[in-house]
């Protein structure tokens, strides 16, 4: 996993780049592990979870990205998926999450 902080449009904004997919067996790793991340960067306004290399997404992994983005409301901050792949499109557009934050497919943001 890779993390970046970065001041995007005036925004301090946390680059979360799990490059693992969201399913059971990593869940707990990855929740910890982001969790810590926004707890640890008070400063950034903005969670950009940077999707590009996740394939797969069960149920868990949905439920770990809502509990992401009630982390980051719970934080004042907002969410966005950026660079997500077919199936975790077609996953995320089954589940409706692009009614709860931002969800842009990897053709949208570029490789």
């Given at each position: 996993?890779?993390?970046?902080?970065?001041?995007?449009d005036g925004?301090?904004?946390?680059?979360?780049?799990?490059?693992?997919?969201?399913?059971?067996?990593?869940?707990?790793?990855?929740?910890?592990?982001?969790?810590?991340?926004?707890?640890?960067?008070?400063?950034?306004?903005?969670?950009?979870?940077?999707?590009?290399?996740?394939?797969?997404?069960?149920?868990?992994?949905?439920?770990?990205?809502?509990?992401?983005?009630?982390k980051a409301?719970?934080?004042?901050?907002?969410?966005?998926?950026?660079?997500?792949?077919?199936?975790?499109?077609?996953?995320?557009?089954?589940f409706r999450?692009?009614?709860?934050?931002?969800?842009?497919?990897?053709?949208?943001?570029?490789?």
């Amino acid at each position: 996993m890779k993390i970046k902080t970065s001041l995007e449009d005036g925004i301090q904004t946390l680059r979360i780049i799990p490059e693992t997919d969201f399913v059971a067996s990593r869940i707990d790793d990855l929740k910890k592990y982001c969790w810590e991340m926004v707890d640890g960067h008070p400063d950034a306004a903005h969670i950009v979870l940077d999707a590009c290399g996740v394939d797969l997404m069960d149920s868990l992994g949905v439920n770990f990205i809502v509990g992401l983005f009630r982390k980051a409301e719970a934080s004042h901050k907002t969410l966005e998926i950026v660079r997500a792949e077919k199936n975790f499109m077609e996953v995320a557009c089954f589940f409706r999450l692009g009614s709860l934050f931002p969800i842009h497919a990897r053709e949208e943001t570029g490789p």
